[in-house]
């Protein structure tokens, strides 16, 4: 009888000393694809929600205009498969804002036209670097993923050198989603 309750009590305690904290976190991603006719014609934004986290794409106005949007988009060198947001009318920068902070992962960069383009890629919070992505012509709609890495991200501003760009595939992991 000792020996049971030993052995009992040493496998109990090999249980509790197992590999996988209970507080662990898992880290999934969550991507936006836009496919859901995301466009507020009357606010001039694209909203997107997946999995409780929300992303509202803003754009400042040019000549009244709102300057984000989404088009439907064939291929997109391989890197998109429909919906894009787009930023047009004359403007070079575009903001992605979060419900609650995120961890960025990537996104896909487009150009709009047959043209070099330059995206600079800004982190409202410090502690997370920026980047900057070139794109060079050779076919109607060149696109590349960006990798970041970022952590804790509410907001994040996209500038570039020409005036029509896109994106596609925002890739992103709450922090806070934990085990059950």
């Known amino acids: 009888m000792k020996l049971s309750i030993l052995f009992f009590s040493a496998f109990i305690s090999l249980i509790g000393c197992s590999d996988v904290p209970n507080d662990e976190t898992i880290v999934q991603d969550i991507i936006f694809t836009w496919d859901n006719d995301p466009f507020d014609d009357s606010s001039g934004t694209v909203t997107e929600t997946v999995d409780g986290i929300t992303v509202t794409v803003t754009a400042p106005l040019s000549n009244h205009k709102h ?5 439907d ?6 890197n998109s498969n429909n919906n894009v947001v787009v930023s047009f009318h004359q403007e070079t920068s575009i903001k992605f804002t979060f419900s ?6 990537s996104i896909v960069a487009m150009s709009g036209e047959n043209r070099d383009i330059t995206y600079t890629f800004l982190p409202l919070e410090d502690g997370n670097v920026s980047f900057t992505k070139n794109l060079t012509r050779g ?10 890495n970022w952590t804790l991200i509410t907001s ?3 500038t570039s050198s020409y005036t029509l760009f896109g994106f596609d595939f925002l890739v992103v992991s709450n922090p806070n989603a934990t085990v059950l």
Request: proline share 3%.
């Open 67 to 71: 300057s984000v949007g989404f088009m």
């Open 73 to 78: 988009i064939v291929d997109a060198d391989g």
């Open 100 to 105: 609650k902070p995120v961890h960025v992962i």
């Open 139 to 148: 076919k109607t709609v060149a696109a590349a993923t960006v990798d970041f």
């Open 156 to 158: 994040f501003t996209v």
